[in-house]
């Protein structure tokens, strides 16, 4: 009461009624300013009970200062809980990322062969007595598409996979690596003037290679190696339909300045049209297991190496291996194979069946 300063109930809580509660636990009379042990109690629960209720009013009502009515219990008005802080959602978790699908597989070169003509020129100068092929003289020019199955072994200087001319710089056509590096590069002269001429991807020594050089109707050249594109470009003018007096595979007509080819060769085909894309693919899917593979519409020229066979199957383009080349069909690699893995007879290896090895 002397603590709150707007309860003006002149009765006070009995000064002894706390301590007896709760020091000495014993019975009182609540009405009483002091106690008063002379007077009857009334029962222990009954007076303690009517004791609490007089006490719960003069302390809650001396502790609240807005409560002016000194008869009437008002408690603080209950506090509105503070909510406790919505948790932030978790958050979803970040899906892994959906992973890239896997590319084809790109189509490899296949493992080297060591089969068909066999050129082995350490270096020698073209106009060295190097190994070479001789084809014979036969009408080109026009629309047409060189096919070649083979590899090198090494990359010499201007190194020739074929050169078909009249001499030095005169009506050439040429399939060759650029100097002394691995880059491939075909050039077409019209007498003395070069018409067309494309350097594309580099290739690696010691591994199988098919190259197709397409000229079309239309002065566009073409050039694709293991089945894909990888390089087209105009013709200043038409390629010029000659029977040219060289036709050699593996040698320059430039005497002075290139290398013989050192390698190996295992078809060579010549189409008196452009093959399409579609066509090269097939060639290359074919070819893969059996380079003598030609397409439906046959080529006008056709030498397959790869069984030593030296005339054209559909013309008269037919060669002659010159200075000690040589030649190891197909069929021998395989029986070689076939002796170290002991099979026995109407064995497949390579699905070259081989008869009473």
């Keep these: 009461h002397g603590h709150n300063h707007h309860n003006h109930n002149s009765h006070s809580i009995p000064k002894g009624a706390i301590q007896q509660i709760l020091e000495k636990n014993e019975p009182i009379n609540p009405n009483l300013a002091d106690p ?36 009437i219990y008002t408690p603080y008005p209950t506090p509105i809980p503070t909510p406790s802080p919505t948790p932030a959602p978790t958050p979803a978790p970040t899906p892994s990322p959906t ?46 598409s060189f096919s070649w199955w083979g590899h090198f072994k090494n990359f010499y200087r201007y190194s020739r996979i074929f050169d078909f001319g009249n001499g030095q710089n005169l009506d050439n056509l040429i399939l060759y690596n650029v100097d002394y590096t691995r880059n491939i590069r075909t050039t077409f002269y019209d007498g003395s003037s070069s018409v067309a ?69 295992q078809a060579f085909s010549v189409y008196k049209r452009a093959l399409s894309a579609s066509d090269v693919t097939d060639l290359y899917d074919k070819g893969i297991n059996n380079p003598c593979y030609v397409l439906d519409a046959a080529p006008a020229h056709h030498l397959c190496f790869a069984n030593c066979e030296l005339n054209d199957r559909y013309g008269n383009m037919d060669a002659t291996l010159e200075n000690g080349a040589s030649c190891i069909p197909e069929w021998q690699h395989h029986v070689e194979l076939a002796d170290v893995l002991e099979i026995g007879t109407k064995a497949s290896v390579d699905d070259t069946y081989l008869h009473e090895v």
Aim: hydrophobic fraction near 35%; proline fraction near 8%.
């Design 197 to 265: 001429e494309m350097s594309v991807s580099a290739i690696s020594a010691d591994t199988d290679y098919h190259i197709v050089v397409a000229v079309t109707s239309h002065n566009q050249i073409e050039v694709y190696i293991n089945g894909a594109s990888v390089g087209s470009g105009g013709v200043n003018g038409a390629i010029p339909t000659k029977t040219r007096t060289y036709h050699w595979m593996g040698r320059s007509l430039w005497q002075n300045n290139d290398h013989y080819f050192d390698g190996w060769m």
């Design 36 to 71: 008063d042990p002379q007077l009857g109690a009334a029962p222990k629960s009954a007076q303690n009970l009517a004791f609490t209720r007089m006490l719960s009013t003069k302390l809650f009502h001396g502790h609240n200062p807005h409560n002016h009515n000194p008869h």
């Design 99 to 144: 992973p890239s699908p896997t590319p084809a597989p790109t189509k490899h070169p296949s493992p080297v062969s060591t089969y068909g003509v066999h050129l082995s020129n350490n270096q020698l100068w073209s106009y060295q007595a190097g190994q070479f092929i001789d084809l014979a003289d036969v009408p080109l020019g026009g629309t047409l």
